[in-house]
């Protein structure tokens, strides 16, 4: 219940949109359910913070990493246990191919907060997630957000029917 599996296409697409933070080389084996992931490379355990938007060197091996996540402390710190926990209790457990998202992000400016928790689709949360913290990265630091906006990026229409 704090893990989703995946197959690899779908988290290769998420990931697709963390390449500025340095996930080439480094193998995704574990996945929580709220869309961070560990990863094994030749140089240790890594594990992709999406919330802070920062790729973090663990200096567990894969054995000690997962008797970690078995505590009170690594389950908050690395699963939003508490939040997994109340989301089922309350009816929203995932289905395949979802994960549990901010449904505004803590980035910009949402609250880490159950209230603020939803379901989501875990490549679509991911991908999101990477485009925008690479985004915020650029800014200076207490730039103001005054609007956030998705665009549908459609085919432009042919030119017999721009009328």
Known sequence: MYFIELNSKALADALEAWGWIGVAGKHPFLVTAFADVFFEASDGIWFLDTLEGKLKKIPQTKEELMRLLTTDEGMELYLFAGFVDRAIREGMALTEGECYDFKINPIVGGPVDYSNVGKMSFKV????????????????????????????????????KLW
């Open 125 to 160: 949360a991911l991908h999101l997630r990477g485009q925008i913290h690479d985004q915020v990265r650029h800014m200076k630091p207490g730039t103001k957000i005054s609007k956030f906006v998705l665009v549908d990026e459609k085919k432009p229409k042919s030119w017999w």
